[in-house]
C-alpha cells in the first residue's frame, strides 16, 4: 500500500467522485494490505452502486469477499460478474471469473 498514491486517488476524487478508474485503483492500494481489505471492499461497493457496469470491480470484490472468508457475498459478486462479462461479450473475464468461483464452491 502505498500512502502517498491513496492521498493522491483521494484528492482526485474530491474533484470528481464520479471517477470510476480512479475509485477503483484507490480500492487497489487498499487491497495491496491485508488490514486494509475493508476499506477496499466499501471502495469498490461504492464502484459497483455508482457504475455497476465497470466491470473488472466484480473480481477484485470478489476475491476480496473470499479472502475475507465472507463467502455468500463473493459467490454473489462473482455471479453479477459472470452476467455482467456474458452481457458485455468479454470472455477472458468471464473465465477469471468463472475460475475464482469454482474456487470458491
Known sequence: MNPA??????EILVDDPADSFCRYALALEYASDPSS???AIEELELLKKND???LALYYQLGLLYYQEQQMNEAKEVLMEGLSLAKQQGNAHTYSELEFLLDDIE
Do not use: D, E, G
Not at 498514491?5 to 483521494?10: A, G, M, N, P, S
Open 5 to 10: 498514491r491513496i492521498q493522491q486517488l483521494k
Open 37 to 39: 481489505r475493508k476499506q
Open 52 to 54: 455497476p457496469n465497470y
